[in-house]
T-cell receptor
Framework: AQKVTQAQTEISVVEKEDVTLDCVYE???????LFWYKQPPSGELVFLIR????DEQNEISGRYSWNFQKSTSSFNFTITASQVVDSAVYFC?????????????WGAGTKLIIKP | DGGITQSPKYLFRKEGQNVTLSCEQN?????MYWYRQDPGQGLRLIYY???????QKGDIAEGYSVSREKKESFPLTVTSAQKNPTAFYLC?????????????FGPGTRLTVL
């Protein structure tokens, strides 16, 4: 069975601190895709990144970076120099190749609070 | 502008009433999805559709119904059989092609039962 675990329910940091959100997944598929979404207080989910299982290269986009490690089945998300606007709930999700109905398996989310 | 629209943004329902939530997309996506989110919780899949006139139940379909008469539209009806319908409802769509099936979301509808 596929599963996504976001063990951190809530994280609170002071602005400008770096913060890492953890995501651990389980799948028996050799081909799969991992996603991160951001849900600001307005409620709409915003797509941040998609990574396929064959690409373990880390990704950096501005202050955001993602560390994909197949050896530990983790796909962690780091925000550098956090800002108040980063306050949101962040979801990690998994899509397995053998899953023919294209559904996403969602983590429970991590609420990130950035204090000024 | 391409995107997904949901209406209304807020919806109030009396107990025993059916209500329909609208979801429209102009992204030419094949697949559409409905999720429910309760306060402080993650997303749970209600229904999804990969093609017009066909749809499948998700994890929590009981008390809900959908239709897919047009590619662009995937309305969700919350029936009186849904015992606890107060929640935030999110609609999403995606291209149906492995590797590019990122789901994109609408702004959501907050349903409150009075």
């Amino acid at each position: 069975a596929q599963k996504v675990t976001q063990a951190q329910t809530e994280i609170s940091v002071v602005e400008k601190e770096d913060v890492t959100l953890d995501c651990v997944y389980e799948t028996r598929d050799t081909t799969y895709y991992l996603f991160w979404y951001k849900q600001p207080p307005s409620g709409e989910l915003v797509f941040l990144i998609r990574r396929n299982s064959f690409d373990e290269q880390n990704e950096i986009s501005g202050r955001y970076s993602w560390n994909f490690q197949k050896s530990t089945s983790s796909f962690n998300f780091t925000i550098t120099a956090s800002q108040v606007v980063d306050s949101a709930v962040y979801f990690c999700a998994l899509s397995g190749y053998s899953d023919s109905n294209y559904q996403l398996i969602w983590g429970a989310g991590t609420k990130l609070i950035i204090k000024p | 502008d391409g995107g997904i629209t949901q209406s209304p943004k807020y919806l109030f329902r009396k107990e025993g009433q059916n209500v329909t939530l609208s979801c429209e997309q102009n992204l030419n996506h094949d697949a559409m999805y409905w999720y429910r989110q309760d306060p402080g919780q993650g997303l749970r899949l209600i229904y999804y559709s990969q093609i017009v006139n066909d749809f499948q139940k998700g994890d929590i379909a009981e008390g809900y119904s959908v239709s897919r008469e047009k590619k662009e539209s995937f309305p969700l009806t919350v029936t009186s059989a849904q015992k606890n319908p107060t929640a935030f409802y999110l609609c999403a769509s995606s291209i149906l092609e492995r590797g590019t099936d990122t789901q994109y979301f609408g702004p959501g509808t907050r349903l409150t039962v009075l």
